[in-house]
């Protein structure tokens, strides 16, 4: 498992590792209208999943726009943001950011994309920051889950990633 602290404090990772390589595990999550959405939602599609502690922080609002911003760029690619945030906040965030095309996703229920994952703070009941890159046949082609969670994802190298994945 990877190695990652908040704010300096390390913290533990619960859930299945997954790899490069590795079929894209399934998932349940909600939607803002508290509908259930599993992968199979995007069957045949690139995805590059941005995965945040909660979308009202900063480096999270960031992250969410810059991916927003840049896959709106690429043709053929989704990008899905996954916090435990309750869909009701996800929905407020989408409303108040001004960004339309966004696909919020709350794992709060259950943890389902955290445990499948491998990315459940244990200590604090969020996502550790990361982004996976699934390609069209389902397979995951990317994975960066960041070593300290208030930091930055390697946007360059995830977007490349989309842009390279079939």
């Not at 490069?20 to 599993?38: K, M, R, Y």
Request: net charge negative; hydrophobic share 40%; glycine share 6%.
């Amino acid at each position: 498992m990877a190695s990652v602290t908040f704010k300096g404090t390390p913290v533990t990772l619960a859930g299945n590792e997954v790899k490069v390589g590795d079929p894209a595990p399934d998932f349940t999550v909600l939607d803002e209208n508290l509908q259930e959405v599993t992968l199979g939602n995007f069957r045949n599609q690139v995805l590059l999943i941005s995965v945040v502690p909660s979308l009202d922080t900063g480096v999270c609002d960031a992250q969410t726009r810059k991916f927003n911003e840049e896959v709106n760029k690429l043709e053929g690619v989704k990008l899905l943001t996954i916090s435990i945030d309750l869909p009701f906040a996800q929905k407020r965030w989408c409303a108040k950011s001004g960004l339309e095309n966004v696909i919020t996703l709350s794992d709060h229920r259950d943890l389902s994309f955290g445990q499948a994952y491998g990315v459940v703070m244990k200590e604090l009941r969020l996502l550790a920051r990361s982004v996976f890159v699934v390609d069209s046949s389902g397979k995951i082609t990317y994975k960066e889950i960041v070593p300290e969670v208030s930091a930055h994802p390697n946007y360059e190298a995830a977007l490349a990633a989309a842009k390279q994945a079939k």
